[in-house]
């Protein structure tokens, strides 16, 4: 799935991340954060991963950290890709 | 005369006029034709640098009183790049967001080696990216007033911000039209210094009292237009915090110093800076109150909180090493029971004795505490200088109970971690960590943990803290650090607790 | 037996609330997707509260919570049903229900929801707001309109403009409808949630006002602020002497039960059970205030 629009989710407050898509060829991935040194690879890998298990094959994700835990990001990131692609389908699971 | 030859021969030597000996024997740098003059007051700083017998290679120093709002580095600094000189060690007590100038005078090899408490801003990004060849010196208040009095710092030239002298060097931080109350840190350099500059923008009539700095200690005094700017003598961390979090912390610290054996009358006291710290004043204020405990005194950083309680009657002294706020200036100033004292009497472990050895509480923060407890003030968990080392391991040595508070994540970072990037106080020194989420009792203090479970706290082990954090934000990366050393961690007695390398770009 | 002393609002779309929230300890949160979120963002709320509630264990310290949907009959509605219901919060809370129908209406979307999702249908409990002349009019009617109802609350900001008046000190507006949502909610034996104060700052006028719907037997009030959760709590502590009562009388009723005799007498004088409910409740709110660390 191609990520066809130019969209943003989330904030720059604290403990949110703002995640902005734009249209790309394949997959590129910008990091910025405030633990970037603590946390960057990782945020890299969830981002990756989550693109990965929703199909996406070509977006241009820019990232800008202030301290969001893993859901926070995760929450943002398909906020965006639900905005920014057609017919993305958001998949709600039952709390274990 | 025959009595004066055989004197002579017994390495006596014979009286030739009342001012004859005066250049050998006397330590003043000041020409004589000054002090037959009465007055040690210079036309121009520049005049003063020249005649102080400042070399290329030596020390010097300043206090960081005046904070933020600090104007002598800058202006002193200047001059002394203008006229030349190289390879200078500057000692200041503590380096602030007022410093960043030093860089430039780093790069261009004005200034080699940097020793101090603390570092912040650019200056220590900078420092932590290797901008300096020799490593930072860092120590405790205590350690740094021990290096003086025991000369393994030995000061060439001192130049000390004074709110107001009198014309031989009598000074104060409170007698001018910018005052900085305490000058705790300024009172050692002068004793120690070889050359004493005092700058002032306050003249005022011989003889000046208080006598914070005492004339026999000052060589020159130099008028400048402003000694430094007043509101940044307030720093962030004396605001009374509103926030839930804090609050809740602070209320847990004081729930356990309410419930051990040394909180009676006669107690004493230091809270450190941090918003929970500073919380705290107020709640122990609360708990004096309602159990009529009447407190010795308070000790260290001085806040209009703990003037308050002074004012209330509830201590009977304050020992006032430097004031964080206006508040404390004007309560230096006015009342008597509100005390100056000098950072060796502070905290030097090489005297006969100073006035942390009897503390009996102390609540500190931290930036992080490791499952040994101990505790980080200097370097952020990426591995960037960013705080003081300041009175934290003096004070955590000396004091019966001392109490770390802190939040245990602070946005995505862990407060306990498994190991400090930088240890500044050995875990030993610390009995209890207060966080909201519980407190955890140094297993060397087991003591207490009976007193604390009965006062209602929830106690949890260290681990469990570091636990419970890491499974909120996730376990970090570890930071990449290069091989060489930026600073070196000196504890109070002068030995390498820690050294602090280069973080990777 | 749960308390509902306070009931945090909290934006369903502040992740650093989300979080802190569980520090402060009120009976409840209320993750708010309706009237405080911007129409653009509804989407953004909706998500970041579905993984709020799955991956923050409230339930550890015993923080009931709610989430507040859109109405159904905007766009929003259905989606937040469909997003939240898996999420398995402790209740919905429905808005502006005018009618029982209303209240029917959003059962059956939950029911929906439940069964999608191989949820035991009842689960998920309901709350509703009252936030109009015509939701007063109706509200013994709603509030025994499903059994999932555990609590009916007052709307005040939207009552008010309704009545077409403005909020005072001294709440003479609301006066109506608190006494007849109290009245409705005690009639259908569930619990009952005054409305927000929405001004911080002025400590006292809230505690004059928390004192006033504890009075009139509200089980508590929604709040806006960490700071508001202290001041409710120590207004529903309950007095020492009720304390000793509610002790004896629970006593007492154990001891009923242990001898296998039906009738409970304390102090001489027969006592049924719901006074022995409300001891129970007494002391709950006793336990609660005692364990608490004032700010």
Known sequence: MKVTKEVLAGTVESSDVMIKLFPYSGIKIEIKSSVYKQYGRHIRTLIEDLLCSHSITDVYVVVNDQGALDYVIKSRLLTALARGCEEFAIKWEVKK | MK????????????????????????????????????????????????????????????????RNGDLTVNKVMEIISQLGFKNLCVAASSFTEAHTCMIDYIKNGVVSRLETSGCRGKLAEAVSNGLMKEPMIIRSHGGRAAAIESGRLQIDVAFLAVSSSDEYGNANGVGGKTNCGSLGYAMVDATYAKTTVLLTDTLVAYPNYPLSINQRQVDFVVIVDEIGDPN????????????????????????????TANFKDGFSLQTGTGGAALAASRYIKEVMQAKNIKGSFILGGITKSNVEMLEAGLFTRILDTQCFDLAAVSSLGTNIDHVEIDAGMYASMYNKGSVVNKLDYVILSALEVDINFNVNVITGSDGVIRGASGGHSDTAAAAAITIIVCPIIRGRLSTIVERVQTIVTPGSSIDLVVTEIGVAVNPLRADLEDLLTKAGLVLMSIEEMKEYAYRLVGVPDKIDYLDQVVAIVEYRDGTVIDTIKQIKA | MKLRRTMLFVPGNNPAMARDVILYKPDAIMFDLEDAIAVTEKDSARMLTYFSLKNNDYKRENIETVVRINPLNSEFGRLDLEAIIPACPDAIRLPKAETAQDVIEVEKEIAKNEKKYDIPVGTTKMIVAIESALGVVNAYKIATASNRLIGIALGGEDYVTNLKTKRSPGGQELFFARGAIVNAGRAAGIDVIDTVYADVINEDEFIKETELIHQLGFTGKSVIHPTQILLVHKVYRPKDSDVIKSKKIIAAAEAAKKAGIGVIAVDGRMVDEPIVRRAQYILELAKASGLEVEL
Request: proline share 2%; net charge positive.
């Open chain 2, 232 to 259: 940044g003598i307030m720093s962030e961390a004396t605001r009374f915090t509103r926030n839930p979090k804090e609050l809740l912390i602070a209320k847990n610290a004081v729930k356990a110093i309410e419930n």
């Open chain 2, 3 to 66: 009595n004066a030859e055989s004197k002579e021969k017994d390495n006596l030597v014979t009286y030739c006029g009342e001012f004859s000996k005066e250049e050998v024997f006397t330590m003043s740098r000041l020409p004589r034709a000054n002090r037959l003059n009465r007055s040690k007051v210079s036309e121009s700083l520049e005049a003063v640098i020249l005649k102080s017998g400042l070399k290329n290679g030596d020390t010097i120093s300043f206090h960081h009183h005046f």
